[in-house]
């Protein structure tokens, strides 16, 4: 036995003698230092090296170190709350500065599960005693003592900030009853503040907004509005906004409890954030029930919205705003308040911007509300801007800028010379040859053509610049098959005004208008003659078949001024369909078809023509219209087909002339008399036809989440269909 004792204390000497050698710092043993094989050494040379980040104060330290076993070292490294007080252990081992030991890599795992338990044990914690304190809780809530309520509240709102317990709050409705109750019933603010919080917390769970809906929270919420604390409104709105985001059933109940009424006042809050939320509100709220657009319309909604658009810069507010807006520019209603409240100027002060969002939705709710603006003033800059917008390849901001500019054009003089002057005709002819086969832009796009080339004082330098730009060719193609019918109806009225430039008579013949408004005429007329003995009328994609026949025949009319023109009208066999038209029930028929004849009747061939088939009848006849301009047509006409006639039968018809129209319009007979053309100018031109006022539904809204945990569903974006007829005729 002791000659074993000695044996260990000189092994133990050896041991540290052999430590403080040069040659051997490091057994390996202890580090895990690796060995190095130098090339310039035997093969049974070794060398050793040691890399520590540690540094060690003494040597004493240092031997204390090195005796720890390699399991203390991991448990120091992944339990280090499990070292004794001044136990010591090597931190590191590593070779290489920025490589991790695999103690290392083991111990962030290890943390992360010790981590994970410890909140799995607390979880339950917090559960049970949610569950053992609920009861007591909703008895106290129930309290007559108003400071018993308040501290019961207190509570209630703490556990609610802690998942497990308010799991177990949201699966007691009698909780959830009692909590609403002592919310609407008090009287005191801070309970007010802790109730409305805890209810505010309970709605982000699905859970939690069924438990709010069934105990009746919508109608203490929706009074809870009324607050003049901050606080309680925002947690208020808050609630309401998740409930109407998800719960079924939610939008019809805050509309029941006046959710509206109490709503649209808080427009005039200044937080730009609780405003967001706010309107978001409106949205849902007012998105397919025109009842709810009336009743915003009604508490001052669209002034105090378009306020927010024209004074506030936080950009999702204008967003959620410009929402509301775009769904009430469908309602008839709420349209011209928003537009007298100055909405197209305030909409049209972020077309510019970078949220493309907000550029899209004030560029729809603009389109919508464009055909109840057509006589507003100070909208120049939103021309300007929408002309520009006429570039771009995005087919919804495309669609929009030629239907806002197409209604915004409409009977609007003032607006048609600006359009034009700032390059706006160039703009919708590259418009047109990139729409291709996309109607909703084709067609907004001609239609805002036809404006600018009529009834304005540069109505000439539009139609010279649809030839100068090379757009004739592209408009009469519209005119080929297969038809769209808004879109032939829009294209005839372009050629018409057109075809008033001298100049532009020579290159619509040579692109083939001609014959293509013959063949639409024929085809619209054969339409109408099959649905003839019925009263219905003859429509396709929202057009009647009369306003094609009235709209090819005005074309043909206008273009029948120049002689060349004239031959090749008379050449297709049109004259015997001309005289047919003269006993239209249609009047306006009636009135092109007689002008179209009076162009005619100046070739003595087709004069000829005109009588052998029959027109004096009618001609006859129409001299006593009430309409001037058909009476003084079917005059000019009965003159020229009456000079080759005996001196008998000119002589009745100057006596007819002259007791029927002329008695008091010596310069109308002298003018029928003489057989002079009717001047461009003579006849009053139509008013211009509106584009379609958008009048559907609603629009179906484009959804992103109001706040990272506000989420909305998304849906499409606003899909529209043009096919709809136009208010105004051609």
């Known amino acids: 036995m002791m000659s074993m004792q000695m044996s260990e204390t000189e092994s133990s000497v050896k041991v540290a003698e052999w430590q403080q050698t040069y040659y051997a710092s490091d057994s390996g043993i202890q580090s895990g230092a690796t060995t190095v094989r130098d090339d310039e050494e035997s093969e049974c040379s070794k060398k050793y090296t040691v890399s520590s980040a540690t540094v060690v104060e003494s040597s004493s330290e240092v031997d204390a170190q090195y005796t720890l076993t390699r399991a203390q070292r991991v448990r120091a490294a992944m339990f280090p709350e499990t070292l004794v007080e001044g136990e010591a252990v090597l931190s590191t081992t590593q070779s290489e500065p920025g490589q991790q030991t695999n103690v290392q890599r083991l111990a962030e795992p290890s943390q992360l599960l010790k981590t994970a338990i410890v909140h799995l044990i607390n979880y339950q914690d917090d559960a049970d005693l949610a569950t053992r304190a609920v009861p007591e809780l909703t008895k106290l809530l129930a309290d007559d003592d108003q400071v018993v309520v308040n501290k019961a509240a207190m509570i209630v709102n703490q556990l609610t900030r802690k998942e497990a317990s308010r799991r177990v ?21 801070e309970t007010a503040r802790a109730t409305a919080s805890v209810l505010h917390s309970l709605s982000h769970q699905r859970e ?44 019809m109940a805050v509309r ?50 378009v306020y927010i658009m024209r004074n506030y810069n936080y950009e999702k507010l204008l967003w959620t705003t410009s929402r509301v807006l775009k769904v009430l520019s469908v309602c008839p209603s709420n349209k011209p308040a928003i537009v007298d409240a100055g909405g197209m100027q305030a ?11 907000l550029i899209q939705n004030s560029l729809w709710t603009l389109r919508n509300l464009s055909d109840a603006a057509t006589k507003q003033e100070g909208l120049d800059g939103l021309l300007q801007i929408l002309v520009s917008q006429l570039g771009s390849d995005d087919v919804n ?22 359009v034009t002057q700032c390059g706006g005709v160039e703009a919708l002819i590259h418009a047109v040859l990139r729409a291709g086969e996309k109607e909703d832009v084709a067609e907004p796009a001609v239609c805002a053509l036809r404006h600018l080339t009529s009834r304005h004082p540069d109505a000439e330098l539009a139609q010279n610049a649809v030839r100068l730009h090379y757009g004739i060719p592209a408009i009469v193609k519209l005119l080929g098959q297969p038809h769209y019918w808004p879109i032939v109806k829009a294209t005839i009225g372009l050629i018409r005004n057109l075809a008033l430039c001298p100049a532009n008579q020579a290159p619509l013949r040579e692109a083939g208008a001609i014959p293509r408004l013959v063949n639409l005429l024929l085809k619209a007329h054969q339409d109408t003659q099959r649905h003839a003995s019925s009263a219905q009328q003859t429509y396709q994609d929202g057009v009647r078949m009369e306003e094609i026949v009235e709209g090819c025949t005005g074309a043909l009319h206008i273009l029948a001024r120049d002689p060349i023109n004239r031959g090749e009208i008379a050449s297709m066999q049109t004259i015997p369909l001309f005289v047919q038209l003269l006993y239209s029930y249609v009047e306006n028929v009636k009135r092109v078809a007689a002008g179209v004849l009076c162009e005619l009747a100046l070739d003595k061939q087709s004069a000829e023509m005109i009588d052998a088939e ?44 002259t007791h029927s129209l002329f008695k008091h319009d010596p310069a109308a007979w002298e003018l029928a ?29 484009d959804g992103l989440p109001l706040d990272a945990d506000l989420h909305e569903a998304y849906m499409p974006d606003m899909g529209y269909d043009p096919r709809q007829g136009y208010p105004e005729p051609l």
């Open 169 to 189: 709050l949201m699966q007691s409705p009698q909780m959830v009853a009692a909590i609403v109750r002592a919310m609407q019933s008090t009287g005191d603010m």
């Open 208 to 251: 939690g907004l069924l438990a709010i809906f069934k105990s009746g929270g919508i109608p203490a919420l929706v009074r809870m509005l009324s607050s003049p604390m901050e606080s309680v409104l925002f947690y208020a709105i808050t609630t309401l906004h998740n409930l109407l985001l998800h719960q079924e059933g939610a939008k």
């Open 256 to 305: 029941l409890a006046d959710g509206l009424q109490r709503m649209v006042p808080l427009l005039k809050k200044s937080n730009p954030k609780f405003l967001a939320i706010t309107t978001d509100c409106l949205q849902l709220l007012s998105y397919g029930n025109q009842e709810s657009k009336l009743i915003i319309l009604a508490n001052g909604g669209p002034e105090s919205l």
């Open 347 to 357: 909409l049209g002060q972020h077309l510019t911007g970078s949220s493309q969002r």
């Open 397 to 418: 901001m495309l669609t929009c800028a030629t239907g806002i500019l197409s209604n915004l054009t409409c009977n609007n003089a003032r607006n048609k010379a600006l």
């Open 614 to 657: 029959g027109a004096s009848a009618p001609l006859m006849e129409l001299l006593h219209s009430t309409n001037e301009g058909i009476a003084t047509y079917a005059a000019a006409v009965l003159f020229r087909i009456s000079e080759d006639k005996s001196s008998d039968y000119r002589k009745r018809v100057s006596v007819e002339l």
């Open 673 to 701: 008399h003489t057989s002079v053309p009717l001047e461009a100018g003579y006849m009053a031109d139509e008013l211009d036809g509106a584009y379609p006022p958008y009048g559907y539904a609603d629009i179906p809204m």
